[in-house]
């Protein structure tokens, strides 16, 4: 199984479906976010899960904890296998997030019309600072100074873990201290993944593939290095290839 997901960052499906066709099955695992869930929402989802693809739901959900066990419920009918969660909604967000994707995994199908077939068992990662918070902004928001933003990354963490989460999204280059700090078990999910030489867009804290894997990342998250390459099947292999050999 691949640890490669795709971003699938369009405003449209039919954008998204024409690069999941372009790369068959060079890819199995595609992240649907905001913008296109807004627009396509269960449908798209739906669809990809037809195309055999794992799908990565990536809503960063926020609200009171029966809120967010209910949202957690509808994603994993849709077949959804990873859900973000922002670790700032608390503990008891967190595990009710965590009870609510267990008993979808555990709870015989008694809605079958609209639980596909196979559903993986949906695991929760949590967000934890937003990578576009400046330190400033952070301290604003907080209301309080000075914020040290890797101790607060390293705090949420650890309270993201103690709710009993399946994993946390982070940059590149805290992989390796939260490997460290989390242990073998939690999922380390990562985004700003770029190749060597390629173009960092608006991503500041970047990593190779290689080096966000040997960092102890189990999945990296891709999106413009393989969407907006001239070749994105290319691309990908590319990506294959450097992952194969480290
Ligand atoms: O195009 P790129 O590879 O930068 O896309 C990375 C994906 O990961 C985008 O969907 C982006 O929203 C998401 N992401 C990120 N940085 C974070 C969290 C999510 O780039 N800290």
Redesign the pocket.
């Known amino acids: 199984m691949s640890r490669v997901i795709i ?1 699938l ?1 369009y405003p449209h499906p039919t954008q998204a479906l024409e690069l999941v066709d372009r790369l068959g099955d060079g890819a199995d695992f595609y ?1 649907v ?1 905001l913008e296109l869930f807004t627009r396509a929402g269960a449908p798209l989802v739906e669809e990809l899960r037809r195309r055999g693809k794992r799908v990565f739901l ?1 809503l960063k959900f926020h609200d009171i904890p029966a809120t967010v066990a209910g949202a957690v419920r509808s994603a994993s009918r849709l077949g959804a296998e990873f859900l973000t969660v922002h670790a700032a909604g608390g503990r008891a967000m967190m595990e009710a997030a965590v009870e609510a994707a267990g008993s979808v995994a555990d709870a015989p199908v008694a809605d079958a019309a609209d639980t596909p077939a196979h559903a993986p068992p949906v695991r929760i990662l949590a ?1 934890t600072l ?3 918070l400046s330190r400033e902004e952070v301290e604003r928001t907080l209301g309080r100074a000075p914020v040290d933003p890797t101790h607060e990354v390293a705090r949420l963490a650890d309270l993201a873990v103690g709710a009993g989460v399946h994993g946390v ?1 982070s ?1 590149p280059l805290e992989v390796e201290s939260l490997r460290r700090r989390l242990g073998s078990d939690p999922l380390l999910v990562t ?4 190749l060597a030489g390629g173009e960092a ?3 500041a804290r970047i990593a190779t593939p290689e080096q966000a894997i040997r960092a102890g990342a189990d999945y990296l ?5 393989v ?2 390459a001239p070749d994105p099947s290319r691309a990908l292999a590319e990506i294959h290839r450097t992952l194969e050999a480290t």
């Open positions: 971003a960052d992240k976010g990536d967000v937003l990578t576009s999204v940059s985004p700003g993944i770029r867009h608006d991503q998250v891709i999106g413009r290095a969407t907006g």
